[in-house]
């Protein structure tokens, strides 16, 4: 028997379960007590050689005593170390003795004590799938609402606050579907044109001759209506007047102007400058006869139809897609496309004088469209500028129609836009979170506390089991490490087996270094 150095214990600290295995040439013996199969047997001619894969090393075994204790001290700092983290680790309440093997005892493959890894993922994945719960978490617990009925009405609240954020979202919903189509609204603008006199002045002490001549100035405005007053801001910045028009030209009486002079033109351009209203100074001490044409900035564009195709849709002046609905809406009604080839429309007499044919295709339709619209016409003013009377200051107004953004528009635009009531609700809500976990959080205290009242004796033993489980969660343990700290573990059948196996297979591995250090061949 091989001697133990002074100080050691005979046996080791419990090591890792021996796995269960089958020796090549030896007979199967019954199944041993703790998990162990069946083994080699004893037998006259001496044990046989075991396959390369048996029971480990043991820590302690080989080398020279001094050896056999550095290596049982690093041992201890380890299971210290080891210790020390775990303890670190732990829950209140979990017993400190329970700790997982030493790292200087290995396992054989096939025997890896770990578990395998989570299967619901990395913490933040589980961080990530919890937020997506959230809602779910303003929920009371049944077991509450049993203690509390008050807390109905919370719930009551909680299914009308769903209601309500499915309606607002489906409203948020219809205004995104509406501000993509064009919102418009008529309003009258307001032109004033003027004109001021200026007469002729001697020649005075300065020296100074002046010539008669005369200022004409054309200006608008908006009206605003009671419902667009009070819809306005009245900070806000007003729209110029020349923002209306794409072009404005003043024609004057050609024979006192001759045909060089009398045209007095405006276009807008990408780089325009936008104004409240023009101004145009001429000589002249008599009465003038003046056109001033205003061409609208249509947004979108708008188009003149053809005559004869205005008067069967019933629309003058359009946008393209107003108009081509408008055509749609006619071949509905007279039912001109064709039953076999729906791609295809059987024009009428009306549209086959229009279109110059008796049959065309729906893509067609744009581009036969397109020779049919015109720009749209100018709004005339004839106005007379006039020399004469004691004023020296006229002025005559003109409504006309003009199309600008609804003012809902706007509106819509910044409840679509607004972040205020968000901050606020999410304040909101993250205190109801906070408030349902804090009574969740109290709802475990108190059934933690009942139990214990009940029967304190059976609390305490559920506890340590639960305890112990969680214990080897955390430490990725598999096994019962608390069953086998107790010496009565190694004292069963199996434990002497076991230990003839692993000296056996210690003296087999010293002999094969012995065997290759001297260099003799295993026969």
Not at 66 to 71: D, E
Not at 286 to 309: A, E, G, H, I, W
Not at 356 to 364: L, S
Request: net charge positive.
């Amino acid at each position: 028997m091989m001697q133990q150095p002074h100080g050691q214990h005979r046996f080791p600290q419990p090591g890792p379960q021996v796995r269960p295995y089958q020796q090549p040439g030896y007979p199967g013996g019954p199944p041993r007590p703790g998990g162990y199969g069946p083994g080699p047997q004893m037998g006259p001619g001496g044990p046989r050689m075991m396959s390369h894969g048996g029971m480990p090393p043991h820590p302690y075994a080989g080398g020279s005593p001094s050896s056999k204790s550095a290596r049982s001290e690093k041992s201890k700092e380890s299971s210290a170390r080891d210790k020390t983290k775990d303890i670190g680790s732990m829950r209140p309440g979990m017993s400190p003795g329970m700790h997982p093997p030493p790292h200087g005892m290995q396992t054989p493959h096939g025997m890896d004590r770990k578990r395998p890894p989570d299967p619901r993922g990395t913490p933040q994945q589980m961080k990530q799938a919890k937020k997506k719960k959230k809602v779910a978490d303003k929920i009371l617990p049944q077991r509450v609402r049993d203690l509390v009925p008050e807390s109905q009405a919370y719930m009551d609240l909680l299914a009308f606050e769903r209601k309500l954020d499915a309606t607002i979202m489906r409203k948020r919903l219809d205004i995104q579907e509406a501000l993509k189509r064009p919102m418009k609204q008529k309003r009258k603008l307001r032109i004033f044109i003027s004109n001021t006199f200026y007469p002729a002045k001697s020649e005075g002490e300065d020296g100074d001759e002046t010539v008669a001549s005369w200022e004409l100035r054309v200006e608008g405005r908006l009206l605003e209506d009671a419902a667009s007053a009070k819809l306005n801001d009245s900070s806000k910045m007003k729209r110029k007047f020349s923002s209306f028009f794409k072009s404005l030209v003043i024609e004057l009486d050609k024979e006192l102007y001759g045909p060089d002079n009398h045209l007095v033109e405006w276009h807008r351009t990408p780089t325009t400058q936008e104004t409240d209203g023009f101004q145009v100074k001429r000589p002249g001490d008599q009465n003038v006869k003046c056109t001033v044409l205003l061409m609208l900035d249509y947004q979108p564009p708008q188009f003149k139809l053809d005559s004869r195709l205005a008067r069967i849709l019933g629309v003058h002046t359009q946008t393209r897609s107003v108009i081509i609905n408008a055509l749609w809406q006619y071949i509905k009604t007279h039912r001109l496309q064709d039953h076999h080839e729906r791609e295809y429309i059987n024009c009428d007499k009306y549209l086959e004088q229009i279109f110059e044919c008796k049959r065309m295709k729906f893509a067609e339709i744009p581009g036969k469209l397109h020779g049919l619209l015109m720009p749209p016409d100018p709004i005339v003013i004839n106005h007379v500028i006039t020399v004469e009377g004691p004023d020296a200051r006229k002025t005559a107004c003109y409504d006309i129609d003009v199309e600008v953004d609804d003012t809902l528009k706007q509106q819509m635009n910044s409840f679509l836009l607004s972040t205020a009531s968000q901050h606020e609700i999410g304040s909101l809500d993250s205190k109801i979170h906070e408030t349902v976990e804090t009574i969740n959080q109290l709802k475990t205290n108190r059934e933690f506390f009942l139990s214990f009242a009940k029967n304190p004796q059976e609390f305490i033993n559920n506890w340590l089991i639960s305890q112990s489980r969680d214990l080897k969660t955390m430490t990725d343990v598999v096994g019962n490490p608390e069953e086998e700290r107790r010496a009565d573990y190694y004292y069963q059948p199996w434990s002497q087996e076991a230990v003839c196996r692993y000296f056996y297979s210690k003296v087999q591995q010293r002999r094969m270094e012995l065997e290759q250090a001297l260099g003799i061949r295993n026969s």
